[in-house]
C-alpha cells in the first residue's frame, strides 16, 4: 500500500502546481471536493509513477519533450494508471478509495465512486503485466494498447474473432480477449516476438485452453487474399471478425484497408510511417501538402477516410488516443452501415441534389421568364 511520507516529500519536489493543493499541513482546500481530490490523486500518481526506476526514464522522455501542460497530462496520465493496479491489487480496494482515505486527513469525507467492470480489468491487466515474465512489453505499449482498446470497442463490439494484424507482441489482441470484446484472437504477423509469449501467459487465465483462444500466426499481411484464406480457415464469417492494427507502417495500413473493404470486415487501424508513401499519390498529397499547408500525415489520413467512406456499406470514424501516448495517434475505423443507415444516407444524398437542383431550376425558370418579357417588350417597341 502506498504511504503517505513518501508520497508528499516525492510531491514536493514537484514544481509549481502540485504543491500547494497537496500539502497536508496547509490551508484547508477551497476548492471544490473533487478538485482537491484530483491534486491529491495527481501527487499519489506521479510519487508511485517516480517511484517505479521502469517508469522514470519514460517520464524522462515525456518531461524532457512536452509542454509543461503535456507533462502534466502525461504524469498524471501515466501514474494514475499504475496507481489504480496498485490499489487494486494491494488492498482490493479501488483507486479512488485508497487516494481519498490516504489523502483525506482534515476530516472532510469523500464520496466512494463505484468501479466499473472495464476499470477493473484495466486494473487486473496492470497489476498481471507488472508481474509478468520479461522480456515483455514495454510500459508505453500497454498504455497504447488499452487506450487503442478503449477507443474503438464501442465500435466494433464483440466479434467471434480478432485478428491483429502487423500485431508484433499481440498486446491489442489479448486485450481484446480479456475485455471480452473476442471469442478468439489471432496475431497475423511475420515476427514472434519471446514478449508475446510472456504477455499471453500474463493476460490469460491458466484454465483456458491459450492456444486456442488466442494464437501467433505467421502471414504476410502484404500479400493479398489473407484475410480470405485466414477467415476460411477459422471457419468464422467475414461479420462476426474485426482486424484491428496499432502501428500499421506506411503503405500496410493501405492494404488493410484495401483487404478489409473486399470483404465486409470491419476494422480499426492506427497507421504511422506516413512518409514510407511512394508512388503517384504520394506526389498528390506533397502537392496538397505545399497548398493547404497542413502535415502529410493528416492530409494521407483523411484521404484515407474518404476511401473508406466511400466504400459501399461502410461508415467511416476517426478516433485518437492521447499524443503523449504515442504522436502516431490517429485511428481510423470502418464499421459496416445497417441497411436503414444504407438508405438513411441514400435518401439525405438525394434530398439534397433535389434541393439544390430545384434552386436552379426556380431561379432559371425566373430569369427566363424575365428575358422572355424583355424580348416581348423590345418587339412591342
Ligand atoms: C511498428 S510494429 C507494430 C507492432 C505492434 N502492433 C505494436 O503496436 O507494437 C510493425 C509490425 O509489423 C510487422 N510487419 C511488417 N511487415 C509485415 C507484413 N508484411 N506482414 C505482417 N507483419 C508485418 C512487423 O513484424 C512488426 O511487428
Not at 491489487?89 to 489523502?103: C, F, K, L
Not at 499481411?221 to 496499432?246: F, N, Q, Y
Not at 475505423?333 to 433535389?354: F, H, K, L, M
Request: aromatic share 4%.
Amino acid at each position: 500500500m502506498l504511504s503517505l511520507p513518501p508520497i508528499a516529500v516525492a510531491a514536493s519536489a514537484l514544481p509549481g502546481r502540485w504543491q500547494g493543493p497537496i500539502s497536508r499541513s496547509g490551508d484547508p482546500c477551497r476548492r471544490c471536493h473533487s478538485a482537491r481530490r484530483l491534486s491529491w490523486s495527481t501527487a499519489v500518481a506521479v510519487a508511485s509513477a517516480l517511484a517505479a526506476p521502469s517508469v522514470r526514464h519514460v517520464l524522462s522522455r515525456f518531461v524532457g519533450r512536452r509542454s509543461a501542460r503535456r507533462q502534466s497530462i502525461a504524469l498524471r496520465q501515466l501514474g494514475l494508471t499504475l496507481l489504480r493496479s496498485e490499489g487494486e491489487s494491494s488492498t482490493g480496494r479501488s483507486p479512488s478509495e485508497i487516494d481519498v482515505a490516504q489523502a483525506d486527513d482534515d476530516g472532510v469525507k469523500p464520496e466512494k465512486p463505484e468501479i466499473s467492470r472495464y476499470q477493473r480489468v484495466e486494473n487486473l491487466l496492470w497489476e498481471a503485466w507488472r508481474n509478468s515474465e520479461r522480456p515483455r512489453p514495454p510500459l508505453k505499449e500497454v498504455l497504447e494498447t488499452l487506450a487503442f482498446h478503449k477507443a474503438c470497442q464501442k465500435l466494433l463490439g464483440s466479434k467471434a474473432l480478432v485478428i491483429d494484424a502487423a500485431g508484433g507482441h499481440g498486446a491489442i489482441a489479448l486485450a481484446f480477449r480479456a475485455f471480452g470484446g473476442a471469442e478468439r484472437a489471432v496475431v497475423a504477423d511475420l515476427y514472434q516476438p519471446r514478449s508475446f509469449a510472456n504477455l499471453r501467459a500474463a493476460w490469460m487465465p491458466e484454465d483456458e485452453d491459450t492456444e486456442r483462444a488466442v494464437r501467433h500466426e505467421r502471414i504476410d499481411i502484404s500479400c493479398p487474399g489473407w484475410l480470405k484464406s485466414l477467415l476460411e480457415r477459422e471457419g468464422v464469417h467475414a461479420e462476426a471478425t474485426a482486424v484491428v492494427a496499432a502501428h500499421a507502417c506506411g503503405g500496410l495500413s493501405d492494404e488493410l484497408i484495401r483487404e478489409c473493404t473486399a470483404l465486409s470486415v470491419e476494422f480499426a487501424i492506427m497507421p504511422c510511417c506516413h512518409k514510407k508513401e511512394s508512388g503517384r499519390r504520394r506526389d498528390m498529397l506533397r502537392h496538397a501538402v505545399k497548398l493547404l499547408d497542413i502535415p502529410y500525415s493528416v492530409v494521407l489520413d483523411i484521404a484515407r477516410l474518404g476511401v473508406i467512406d466511400a466504400c459501399p456499406g461502410y461508415k467511416a470514424s476517426l478516433r485518437m488516443i492521447d499524443k503523449a501516448i504515442s504522436p502516431m495517434n490517429r485511428m481510423l475505423i470502418g464499421t459496416r452501415e445497417t441497411s436503414p443507415q444504407t438508405e438513411a444516407r441514400a435518401d439525405s444524398r438525394r434530398n439534397y441534389v433535389d434541393k439544390l437542383a430545384g434552386k436552379f431550376r426556380t431561379i432559371f425558370s425566373t430569369s427566363r421568364g424575365k428575358h422572355q418579357e424583355l424580348q416581348e417588350d423590345s418587339a412591342d417597341s
